[in-house]
């Protein structure tokens, strides 16, 4: 994806005193708003900005707003590619693993938008597999695989998932177009 607009400083605004308490941090959003790009219905920027940065958009600076709505562009013309391309945001740990939680969460945020209208991917016989790599990040609050991986090969689990995931996203945008 070649942004046109400083990812960083859009990332240094999310995370700082100066955003909306709720808004999503920048894995958060990415995944976010891939999850809105793929949905099965046009969900309208009306809908998911104020979700996504945690404020009407009247009360975020205009630039975030532009940098908010360029990632999503973004991200739409990298799907619509030929071939599609994914690049998902993920956070990179200290000790080097990658850390798709996040973006799985902001992901299934926008699923839960419309919840009836996935069903028909997720209920599907030959497709349901395509959501399972950003399901796999799943955790109850006591920590523990919502797909009852195994604690023991929870690690290993979350990333053959996390390299499964441009695969996923790109042929479920491709499943509803």
């Not at 600076?61 to 991200?75: A, E, F, H, N, Q």
């Not at 969460?105 to 209208?117: D, H, I, S, T």
Request: proline share 7%; aromatic share 8%.
């Amino acid at each position: 994806m070649d942004e046109s607009f400083d990812l960083e400083a859009l990332d240094g605004y999310l995370s700082s005193g100066d955003s909306p308490e709720n808004c999503m941090m920048l894995s958060d959003l990415d995944g976010f708003l891939h999850g809105v790009i793929c949905s099965p219905t046009t969900i309208p920027s009306e809908e998911w900005i104020p979700l996504a940065l945690g404020s009407a958009p009247a009360d975020v600076p205009s630039w975030v707003l532009d940098d908010t709505t360029d990632l999503y562009m973004g991200i739409a013309q990298s799907l619509m590619a030929d071939p599609p391309v994914v690049e998902p945001i993920f956070w990179q740990a200290r000790e080097g693993h990658v850390i798709a939680m996040d973006w799985c969460e902001g992901f299934m945020q926008a699923v839960a938008l419309r919840p009836k209208e996935w069903l028909r991917l997720t209920e599907s016989g030959t497709d349901g597999h395509l959501i399972a790599p950003i399901v796999a990040h799943l955790l109850d609050d006591n920590g523990n695989s919502v797909m009852g991986i195994p604690q023991e090969k929870l690690d290993e689990a979350l990333a053959e998932a996390t390299d499964a995931i441009p695969v996923a996203v790109a042929a479920m945008f491709a499943y509803w177009r």
